[in-house]
């Protein structure tokens, strides 16, 4: 753990941005009010826009007003930790920024108690990470010096296969693997890092965590919002590459991995590995067995009439980008040989919820007569977002002289059970890189093996341009084709 006499220096790339304003200020703010941020520390936003110290200073204080989890119990505290905040207006690049910002940087930690421990934040569109890599490499900023130097780069790595592995080899050419840290914000949600000790501190599901006990395992990401002002974006995305890629993947190995021998970076990413090492190869000519793909229509969602994906701004009329996506991936390893993973994200869908459903397989036998065809399996469920937790579905006698079956929950709530708000993900895995721990970022080969599982399915859909894309209504759940999909093997979607 880093001690007081430990100064660290960040520096944000495109702080002028979303990120930085929504997530990443806040987050830092909270940390500071809480006593967890490591001090002294600096950090310097770098952007194109024009900007004074104070300027950015006022900006950020809306931000944390706006955003904040954490609020400043007095303007002092505020001021404490704007007097760490500076503005460096540049273009990340321009090589001449990073001579400007190492001579900078040498100068305010000298004023801040002395050399520190660097960490370079990547918050600029992806299409900026070679050139900022490039950049920090040839000005000497990306060596260490007497302390650590990091790097954090934001999803999206890359774009596809190919895309993913340039931007490691780039990375790679002036920084260890062990500098480098690929942020996945959903690995540093509570109830995610929960998953873990669900699974790695109870005895009571280990046994049950195979094949012989679970029928199949449903992975649900949903949004009511649609592609905001954020259309242009979108269209070179979709919904597999912006959120199967890596947080529905991310997830799919935290249920599906062996226990790692310790919670520490290499073995719980080797484990993760072996996971999508595992995942049979979905076939490009017969990917809608294992693909379906919709764009959502107009509709109304949350009471108000939304517009249809071919309408919003920045969309093209005949764009065949898709919005939603259920996927089904099999595992070929001895503990999941042929239980299904269903994996299903979409945008303008029902309700806002991420979700894991375990679905255990049916009793063997049943022994009461009124129920001949037994009553509903098992269910683990683990509730993400919103409304955090986990509930278990049990069959139980309804009361009345009668032998007859219900199904009850047993329902845990963390915010009812551990009360008070919990970090934010960007707390976490911010603190977690100024601690040198990787454990909850992605390495880069787990990128490059998630890129490849999509490969085929990226590259069947770009090679059909001619089938008409499914249309669901937005507030809805989705195609009737996913609902077939899925319907196919004898399951049916569990809407949260
Ligand atoms: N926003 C989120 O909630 C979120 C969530 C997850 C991941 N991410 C990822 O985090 C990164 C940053 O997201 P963001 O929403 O903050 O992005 P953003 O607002 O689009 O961009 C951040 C800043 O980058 C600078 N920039 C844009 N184009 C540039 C160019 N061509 N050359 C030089 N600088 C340029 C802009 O600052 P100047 O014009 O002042 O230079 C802009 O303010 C992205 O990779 C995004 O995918 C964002």
Request: aromatic share 10%.
């Amino acid at each position: 753990m880093p001690s007081a006499d430990e100064p660290f220096s960040l520096v944000i790339f495109g702080a002028s941005g979303d990120l930085t304003r929504r997530k990443l200020v806040p987050a830092l703010f909270a940390l500071y009010a809480t006593r967890t941020l490591p001090e002294p520390f600096t950090i310097v936003a770098v952007a194109r826009t024009e900007m004074s110290h104070e300027e950015f200073r006022r900006r950020m204080r809306e931000a944390v007003r706006d955003h904040g989890r954490v609020q400043p119990p007095s303007e002092y505290v505020w001021e404490r930790f704007a007097q760490a905040l500076y503005y460096l207006p540049g273009d990340p690049k321009d090589l001449a920024l990073y001579t400007e910002l190492k001579a900078f940087l040498s100068d305010v930690e000298q004023r801040r108690g002395g050399p520190a421990n660097r960490l370079f934040y990547c918050a600029t569109p992806p299409s900026l990470y070679d050139d900022i890599v490039e950049n920090l490499g040839n000005s000497g900023l990306a060596q260490s010096r007497n302390g650590w130097t990091r790097i954090v780069v934001e999803k999206p790595f890359g774009h596809d296969v190919e895309s993913a592995r340039a931007l490691n080899r780039q990375l790679r050419r002036y920084f260890g693997e062990d500098q480098i840290y690929r942020i996945d914000h959903y690995l540093g949600k509570e109830t995610v890092q929960n998953l873990l000790v669900l699974r790695f501190a109870n005895q009571i599901f280990e046994p049950l965590w195979n094949r012989n006990h679970v029928a199949h395992v449903q992975i649900t990401v949903a949004e009511t919002i649609g592609v905001e002002t954020r259309g242009a974006y979108y269209e070179e995305a979709g919904a597999l590459r912006d959120m199967v890629q890596n947080h529905l993947l991310q997830l799919l190995c935290l249920i599906a991995m062996e226990p790692p021998v310790t919670f520490d970076a290499a073995p719980v990413h080797d484990e993760k590995n072996k996971v999508l090492a595992a995942i049979h190869p979905v076939a490009l000519d017969h990917i809608d067995e294992a693909a379906v793909r919709a764009q959502y229509g107009p509709g109304f969602v949350e009471g108000r009439p939304v517009v249809g994906y071919r309408q919003e701004k920045g969309v093209a009329p005949d764009s065949r980008t898709e919005t939603y996506v259920a996927l089904k991936l099999l595992i070929d390893n001895w503990r999941w040989a042929s239980v299904p993973f269903y994996l299903r994200a979409g945008k303008r869908l029902a309700k806002r919820a991420s979700e894991i459903a375990i679905q255990f397989r049916r009793t063997p036998h049943m022994i009461f007569r009124r129920h001949p065809d037994g009553v509903e399996p098992n269910m683990l469920l683990i509730r993400i977002q919103p409304d955090e937790g986990l509930a278990l579905t049990l069959a139980a006698k309804v009361p009345g002289p009668d032998l007859k079956l219900g199904v009850v929950k047993l329902d845990f709530k963390y915010g009812e059970v551990f009360g008070g708000q919990s970090p934010e993900a960007y707390e976490r895995l911010l603190l977690d890189v100024i601690h040198g721990d990787a454990t909850l970022f992605a390495r880069g080969d787990w990128v490059e093996l998630a890129w490849q599982i999509l490969d085929p399915v990226l590259r069947a859909w770009a090679r059909d341009t001619t089938s008409p894309i499914p249309v669901y209504e937005a507030g809805s759940w989705g195609p009737p084709e996913a609902d077939a999909f899925i319907a196919r093997d004898g399951f049916r979607w569990r809407n949260p």
